[in-house]
């Protein structure tokens, strides 16, 4: 008789590399995992590595609300060039030669594009203009805008400022940054208005996302180490790191489960999804305070 394989449910955290899209990871995971039900909280560029969080099994439906937490880079801006996709991976636009800009005008640039901004994002993205996607109007030679959407950049900080040569012969800059910003936010897109508001135009050339709200890159791994051994963030441990914790016991337990709404502590009050954890720290739900009881956002128990 043989025996039915199982996937444990939770996160696997990946450290993806250059050159896969966030689907095809997912893909990649299907096939290790050995199940269909694998999503990704959040997408990273084909360009970029770094952490990318999936969700297997039962965790897929933490992942909408894992999506919203804070995001953290490392990368390098080329000062000098724009291209079409406001990264590496486009056609060269324009060059202007970058050699006259200051460390003191760089600073002012990335000051200006901290906090609570504005940003409108790359043409060459997966936001939807209209019900189809940005990237895909964009190749097809369409005219259009994208309206600008309020982001918040909670750090911006230039590291280190190298002299270079682009290989069309521009002197160009190339900044070391790290960014730490809330989700929706385009670092090729701070890369672009960064090089638009020094006037020599910029790009992005290198990205990696070292942080996925609390999940880091020290607990990444990449597809390899996954393929020798697949390790899965258990999904209360998962929902422990990322969410306020309410401990309930056996009695409130069982009346969640089945559907009643619980009273909540006031110590819940606005604090968005909260998880709910059984004696014996069994996971149970995630809810939501709403008019001092307990809202359902996804039932595990």
């Not at 604090?271 to 709403?290: H, I, K, N």
Request: proline share 4%.
């Amino acid at each position: 008789m043989t025996q039915k394989h199982t996937t444990p449910d939770g996160l696997v955290i990946v450290d993806k590399p250059s050159g896969f899209t966030s689907h095809d990871v997912v893909a990649k995971m299907r096939g290790i995992a050995r199940t269909r039900r694998v999503g990704h909280a959040g997408t990273l560029d084909p360009m970029a590595t770094g952490v990318l969080v999936l969700g297997v099994e039962r965790a897929t439906k933490l992942l909408g609300h894992l999506a919203l937490t804070e995001k953290e880079y490392v990368g390098t801006v080329r000062l000098g060039q724009n291209t079409l996709t406001d990264d590496a991976e486009g056609e060269i636009t324009s060059s202007t030669d970058a050699s006259a800009v200051t460390r003191e005008a760089v600073d002012a640039g990335v000051a200006r594009l901290t906090g609570d901004i504005m940003q409108v994002p790359s043409r060459v993205s997966a936001i939807k203009i209209n019900g189809v996607r940005s990237y895909k109007r964009a190749r097809e030679g369409e005219e259009f805008d994208i309206p600008a959407r309020p982001v918040t950049v909670s750090s911006f900080s230039v590291y280190d400022v190298r002299e270079g040569v682009a290989e069309d012969g521009t002197p160009v800059l190339d900044l070391v940054v790290s960014v730490v910003c809330s989700s929706g936010t385009y670092i090729r897109a701070l890369a672009r208005d960064l090089g638009a508001g020094l006037g020599v135009g910029g790009h992005l050339t290198a990205l990696r996302r070292t942080r996925v709200g609390p999940y880091k890159l020290d607990a990444a791994k990449t597809l390899d180490q996954l393929q020798e051994e697949l390790t899965v963030m258990p999904i209360a441990e998962a929902a422990t790191a990322a969410f306020p914790r309410w401990d309930v016991d056996e009695r409130r337990a069982r009346l969640l489960t089945n559907g009643v709404r619980l009273e909540m502590p006031e110590e819940y009050a606005g604090s968005g999804a909260v998880g709910v954890f059984a004696p014996g720290g069994r996971f149970l739900a995630l809810v939501e305070e709403q008019r001092g009881k307990a809202k359902s956002l996804a039932v595990f128990g």
